[in-house]
């Protein structure tokens, strides 16, 4: 199993400009999880998806960023219009079983000057 | 809601010693999972051990093991031995009994010292 991954590993932007993050969960987990992390806040979840449906985007900070799950393989973040203070690692976690651990990606570094 | 508090922000020890980590949670649920992950400088978030609520015996792998305590809502973890590849941050998580919201900890920066 080649495990959560992501792409890319960094990313450097401009402010004003549009971020894709990309993940693909491992084959057969249903919950799939978007996490933010920084310094300041440490982990925050943004997002999950349960069966490729959102369930909870509570913890999406704001209307600039959305994700999507079109299948059971793929999901994206994006940020749009990106800003500095959205410079942060973002991590993809999926699970199966109720109870199992989550499984991460290795994140995406994004820097956004 | 649940919170994770690790009280202590940064802690070193002596490789071949042994280090405690501390964690306390806050939940209304009776059943529901704790996990520790590690996370090295590579960022990378490796689970160290998972722990049931219901299950009242300690959970152990290898040199890592944890003292839950259910009434007191604690679960620390105990590095035995520990090595210089034990330097990390550690994260110590809750996952809610329907296994969709992992919360975590504000995490405790280990080093190991030679």
């Known amino acids: 199993d080649a495990g959560v991954i992501q792409s890319p590993r960094h990313e450097v932007t401009e402010m004003g400009q549009e971020v894709t993050l990309r993940c693909k969960p491992i084959s057969g987990h249903d919950y799939l999880f978007w996490y933010r992390q920084t310094m300041m806040r440490g982990l925050e979840l943004l997002i999950y998806?349960?069966?490729?449906?959102?369930?909870?985007d509570s913890g999406m900070p704001e209307d600039r960023f959305s994700a999507k799950m079109p299948n059971a393989s793929f999901s994206t973040l994006k940020i749009q219009p990106s800003e500095p203070r959205d410079s942060a690692v973002y991590f993809c976690?999926?699970?199966?079983?109720?109870?199992?651990?989550?499984?991460f990606g290795n994140g995406t570094r994004l820097t956004v000057t | 809601a649940q919170t994770v508090t690790q009280s202590q922000p940064e802690m070193s020890v002596q490789e071949a010693e042994t280090v405690t980590l501390s964690c306390t949670y806050d939940?209304?649920?009776?059943?529901?999972?704790l996990f520790w992950y590690k996370q090295p400088p590579s960022r990378q978030m490796i689970l160290v051990i998972r722990?049931?609520?219901?299950?009242?015996q300690n959970a152990t792998e290898n040199r890592f093991s944890v003292n839950f305590q259910k009434a007191a809502k604690s679960f620390s973890l105990k590095i035995s031995d520990s090595q210089l590849g034990d330097t990390a941050m550690y994260f110590c998580a809750f996952l809610n009994n329907a296994g969709n919201m992992l919360t975590f900890g504000g995490g405790t920066r280990l080093m190991v010292k030679p």
């Open positions: 722990q049931e609520a219901y299950k009242q």
């Open positions: 976690a999926s699970t199966g079983l109720r109870g199992s651990p989550l499984h």
């Open positions: 998806f349960n069966n490729n449906v959102p369930i909870d």
């Open positions: 939940t209304s649920e009776s059943n529901y999972y």
